[in-house]
């Protein structure tokens, strides 16, 4: 806000992108908060220019901005006749598509925060962190702090029904419910796997530049994450296909029907589900790495690989607190040669060396690296 007139904050619906907004406001002398999914606060920018105006010496917070991409144009030529910062607060809930406008409209002008539900770093400081708690039900507020399970699962489910049946028509994408509930289950039974395009093609009876579109759809919604292979001069064969993520572990175990840590346990996805846990929260920290992962068409694979400039960090996930690692970890170590790596565990003990630059870790300790 000291360096920027306007400010977007970024993140998917519910995550909490309201509720910062609104208490910080509680300490500015002279703010304003407009809903635009409210039809009267909508109105009252029936004529935007004479309302901004008419409050220029006010911090204006416009919710849902993504509703009324008309305003970009007209925020930056109010922008330019008064070039104050920390004067706008957009909030927004699809990232591609609205990064597009406002970089387009506001370049220079605007500073972009991305907000994600709750993660383990923000979590840990507090008294009670229960990690298995965090890992079933995710990080959406409402779904964390819910009195229990059963409340925190129907939470979940109200949450992907509405998402699918109201939010993604409102911003424009006019596909059928049923079929984007079937693909967003698929992508959960396909959780830390490459993206088999003609495979979900052929499953859903679509095109590949359909699956493309909805693979894209829910990563512009911060519901999917792709990652994208590390690509290095080496003799073997790499694998080119990205992998695919649902970023929330509450929402990815309410897509597998996984009800309680005992079903998660003895389920398949045990392991892809600690992974993408892991991954959301690394990358949610080192946003200002690239991120990819590592795999060989022999199996010599590492789950998580940071670049930043010249240095190379390698993760990998185990969901045991004794974890077994292969000789095709040890042989991607190798090939990727990174300056240190991470193999991160479901515990809160100390962290200890397997080998020099290799460390088992619990995935407390490691956000705090980053």
């Not at 006010?58 to 919710?63: A, E, F, N, Q």
């Not at 991607?332 to 565990?345: E, H, M």
């Amino acid at each position: 806000m000291d360096i920027f007139p306007a400010i977007a904050v970024l993140g998917p619906r519910q995550c909490g992108k309201s509720t910062l907004i609104k208490k910080m406001s509680e300490k500015w002398r002279d703010s304003i908060y407009i809903d635009l999914q409210n039809q009267e606060d909508a109105y009252k920018l029936s004529e935007p220019a004479l309302f901004f105006e008419n409050n220029s010496n006010k911090i204006i917070s416009l919710d849902e901005i993504q509703l009324m991409p008309d305003l970009f144009s007209i925020l930056r030529s109010t922008i330019d006749q008064n070039r104050k910062n920390g004067r706008f607060i957009l909030l927004g809930s699809a990232s591609r598509d609205l990064v597009q406008r406002t970089s387009e409209s506001l370049a220079g002008r605007i500073g972009f925060i991305h907000l994600t539900p709750f993660t383990a770093g923000e979590l840990i400081n507090e008294r009670e962190f229960d990690l298995k708690r965090f890992w079933l039900r995710g990080g959406f507020p409402d779904s964390f702090l819910a009195k229990n399970d059963d409340d925190s699962e129907i939470w979940r489910e109200q949450f992907i029904r509405t998402f699918i049946e109201r939010d993604l028509p409102q911003l424009g994408f006019q596909i059928p419910a049923l079929q984007l509930r079937r693909f967003l289950t698929m992508c959960a039974h396909s959780q830390g796997q490459l993206v088999n395009l003609s495979k979900l093609a052929d499953s859903m009876a679509v095109t590949h530049p359909t699956i493309r579109r909805y693979i894209d759809l829910f990563e512009q919604t911060f519901v999917l994450r792709t990652l994208e292979p590390l690509e290095i001069n080496v003799k073997k064969r790499l694998v080119k296909a990205p992998k695919v993520y649902v970023r929330d572990s509450g929402l990815l175990h309410r897509l597998l029907s996984i009800r309680t840590f005992n079903d998660l346990l003895g389920n398949p996805a045990f392991g892809s589900s600690w992974e993408g846990l892991v991954i959301e929260n690394i990358l949610t920290r080192a946003s200002d790495w690239n991120a990819y992962f590592f795999r060989t068409s022999t199996g010599d694979e590492l789950d998580l690989i940071l670049e930043k400039g010249k240095e190379r960090i390698a993760i990998e996930c185990k969901a045991s607190t004794a974890p077994k690692l292969t000789k095709g970890f040890w042989r991607a170590v190798q090939l990727v040669k990174p300056r240190i790596t991470y193999v991160v565990v479901p515990t809160e003990e100390e962290s200890f060396a397997l080998k020099e630059n290799v460390w088992v870790i619990g995935i407390n300790e490691l956000i705090h690296k980053f």
